[in-house]
């Protein structure tokens, strides 16, 4: 009969085993990377040899909390990887547990959300007491039986280092984390002396955007529009027909466009980093730079509008709480998914779909006679989940948002369209079509008089993109004359809806001193009189 001792050893062995060599992302969960024994399997069995009496409590306690510690890191790595595609840094990224609360929270609903948790939290205590318990039988054997299984672990580890790896998977783990942590520190450092010195500081107020005077400007943020949607072949096809069309409809209109490609500080999410980021000028990769930029002097290029003489608002739909942070932007107003004046269902996560967004701004922003407005809006239908996605319907019919309660109810639930990865990568392109869709038909609709900016915040999570994806997204810039639109430099610019290949990849955080400086010398492209025929290419 097999000694119970030597059984909780073997288990007890076996957790330790599985947790070191823990990968950091989801697609690297194959046999082969579990077969590796690591070195702090050694020192476990040290310790049990070491530790005895009175101290053997202590001693499991120890090795318990030391794994139960990398497997919650581990376990962060994982999920902040398949989001962001970076492994998890303890001093950057505890508000992502609220933001991932959120998000499921409005997914699957509270009562699922709230079951998922505890389940989850359960299963970890369920294996820290596991491994606990099981430490018993390896402490209880004899110091010279203990002998023999190390110094087979460690013959096995030195005979077969290239397929068992003996190598210290969690004090690398542990050192890389302390090593990231220092790094962060060091770099918001160096991030505090950047923020007060604003290369735009030598421009007379007299010449600031001084080539838009007149136009409304409208900056459009799409939700995970990213180099994906463009150039993976799972995609390409349909967005290039999309792009297509857009462009048609802008020539009968009579509007040109120029489109390029910028470098996003995020992926997957945090949508407000990428926001800030082409707003302030600043790098903004961290909750921690976005902070401190918030409690800066570096003006937004909102407020450097506001400066010139614009009505500066922001249309936010995904806003559902206060947002003290919008006072360093400059608006003058803020449309959040309250004041908005939706009375439709929600589509899930997202509050509204992004044609009634549009149709908002236009009617309480836009109207006859008014005053020169920068707004900033923020369009989320192309948020995950991804579902249901929404279809364009005749601009005449949009009212409070009950029409879209239809749209609003069809098509599957989150939890049944994301057992399916083809199915969720279907209903992400979906979004991004309906988007691109909804925003040519504006634009065609009313573009006159306006410069529109419209790109995307990042690109979408691994789950769609791959693990090598790039961080750029599109950037267009859509007007009704010409000689503005060729003030844009032609090495980062190509005419028409689809950014060339080979263009120079800017980060986001250049595009606000490059926009500036472009349409901000006197002299030329003034606002063209009411009625005459705009000179588009």
């Given at each position: 009969m097999v000694d119970s001792r030597w059984l909780?050893?073997?288990?007890?062995?076996?957790?330790?085993?599985?947790?070191?060599?823990?990968?950091?992302?989801?697609?690297?969960?194959?046999?082969?990377?579990?077969?590796?024994?690591?070195?702090?399997?050694?020192?476990?069995?040290?310790?049990a040899t070491l530790v005895r009496g009175r101290y053997e409590c202590a001693g499991r306690i120890v090795l318990t909390a030391v794994f139960a510690l990398v497997l919650l890191l581990k376990l962060a790595d994982i999920g902040v990887f398949s989001a962001i595609s970076r492994p998890f840094n303890p001093y950057l990224d505890g508000k992502l547990l609220l933001d991932g609360w959120r998000l499921l929270s409005a997914t699957v609903g509270i009562i699922k959300a709230l079951l998922l948790v505890a389940t989850a939290l359960l299963g970890f205590v369920g294996v820290c007491w596991l491994l606990y318990w099981s430490l018993s039988g390896l402490f209880a054997i004899s110091r010279r039986r203990l002998v023999v299984p190390a110094a087979a672990i460690l013959a096995l580890g030195l005979t077969f280092g290239g397929t068992v790896a003996l190598r210290p998977n969690m004090l690398y783990a542990l050192k890389s984390r302390v090593d990231l942590v220092h790094q962060s520190i060091a770099d918001m450092a160096i991030f505090d002396r950047t923020i007060g010195a604003d290369p735009l500081a030598d421009i007379a107020d007299s010449d600031l955007l001084g080539a838009l005077r007149g136009r409304d400007v409208v900056l459009i943020f799409v939700e995970s529009y990213g180099e994906v949607a463009i150039r993976d072949p799972r995609y390409a096809a349909r967005i290039a027909g999309r792009l297509s069309a857009i462009e048609g409809e802008l020539a009968q209109a009579g509007l040109g466009s120029r489109s390029g490609w910028l470098v996003s500080p995020t992926?997957?999410?945090?949508?407000?980093?990428?926001?800030?980021?082409?707003?302030?000028?600043?790098?903004?990769?961290?909750?921690?730079?976005?902070?401190?930029?918030i409690g800066g002097g570096r003006a937004s290029l909102n407020s450097l509008f506001r400066q010139a003489g614009w009505r500066s608002v922001a249309v936010m739909p995904a806003i559902t709480m206060d947002w003290p942070e919008s006072r360093y932007f400059g608006y003058d107003m803020v449309y959040a998914a309250k004041n908005l004046g939706y009375r439709g269902k929600p589509f899930n996560?997202?509050?509204?779909?992004?044609?009634?967004?549009?149709?908002?701004?236009?009617?309480?922003?836009?109207?006859?006679?008014?005053?020169?407005?920068?707004?900033?809006?923020?369009?989320?239908?192309?948020?995950?989940?991804w579902t249901p996605v929404p279809t364009l319907l005749d601009w005449s019919r949009i009212g409070d948002g009950s029409e879209f309660d239809e749209q609003a109810v069809a098509g599957d639930p989150p939890e049944l369209v994301w057992r399916d990865n083809d199915r969720v990568?279907?209903?992400?392109?979906?979004?991004?079509?309906?988007?691109?869709?909804?925003?040519?038909?504006?634009?065609?609709?009313?573009?006159?008089?306006?410069?529109?900016?419209?790109?995307?915040?990042h690109q979408p999570a691994p789950i769609i993109t791959g693990d090598t994806a790039s961080r750029a997204v599109p950037i267009h810039i859509v007007a009704d004359d010409a000689m503005l639109l060729d003030r844009l430099d032609g090495k980062h610019w190509s005419r028409g809806m689809r950014p060339a290949g080979g263009s120079a990849r800017p980060r986001m955080d250049e595009f606000r001193e490059s926009f500036v400086r472009t349409f901000s010398a006197h002299g030329c492209c003034q606002r063209q009189e009411a009625g005459a025929k705009p000179s588009v290419p």
């Open positions: 909780r050893a073997g288990l007890a062995l076996l957790i330790c085993i599985v947790i070191a060599n823990l990968p950091l992302r989801l697609d690297q969960f194959t046999l082969p990377a579990f077969a590796a024994v690591p070195a702090e399997i050694i020192l476990v069995i040290l310790a992926v997957g999410g945090l949508s407000w980093l990428a926001h800030g980021t082409l707003l302030s000028g600043l790098w903004l990769d961290s909750q921690q730079r976005y902070d401190r930029m996560w997202v509050t509204m779909p992004d044609q009634y967004t549009l149709s908002a701004f236009e009617k309480r922003e836009r109207g006859p006679g008014h005053r020169p407005v920068m707004a900033e809006i923020a369009l989320i239908s192309s948020h995950a989940p990568r279907a209903h992400y392109i979906a979004t991004i079509d309906y988007a691109l869709q909804t925003v040519g038909s504006y634009m065609a609709r009313h573009g006159r008089n306006t410069v529109f900016v419209i790109l995307g915040d």
